[in-house]
């Protein structure tokens, strides 16, 4: 149950600052309000998901923690692609209410098929917002995302994408 701060209410200043627990104004109020229902719809949407199967994600982390080869499931490096990021993955927010992102540039001759964010602790901080894929300067694919955490590819794009793309992730 999410409430505002006494202190902020009264005096208009708190001494926990950014670390309180309690919403200083109404605004951050909502906003919080609207997180919590927010994540209490994907976690519902994961348990129904679950009835119908496991999300990409789940399926790829439990092949990698069942085999005996996990490198031959997922691997920190692979040879011939080339990544960049945007910004510095490393950042400090100054404030609760802060946003920042990231541009991901992957080039490989091989079709981007999947994406996944896989660390748990923080994945609710993460979310993807668009995939592209473009073959020089044709755009192959353009997918906008609703804040999603994974994506993967249907079978009329994989059609699309498989001209040694470069893949750009956002």
Sequence with gaps: NYTLCDSWIELGTCRYGAQCVEAHGSEELIEWRERFEYRRMK??????????????????LDRWSQTSEPNEVMREKIEGLEDSCSAPLVTTMSSKASRHSWTFNF?????????????????NHFFLTRISTKHGDETLLDVGLNSEQ??????????ACCCGPEEILE
């Design 150 to 159: 994974e994506w993967t590819t249907t079978a009329e794009l994989d059609d």
């Design 107 to 123: 080039k490989w001759n091989q079709p981007l098929r999947a994406v996944a964010l896989l660390q748990d602790t923080h994945r």
């Design 43 to 60: 976690l519902q949407r994961a348990c129904e998901k679950e009835l119908y199967g496991k999300s990409y994600t789940e399926q790829l």
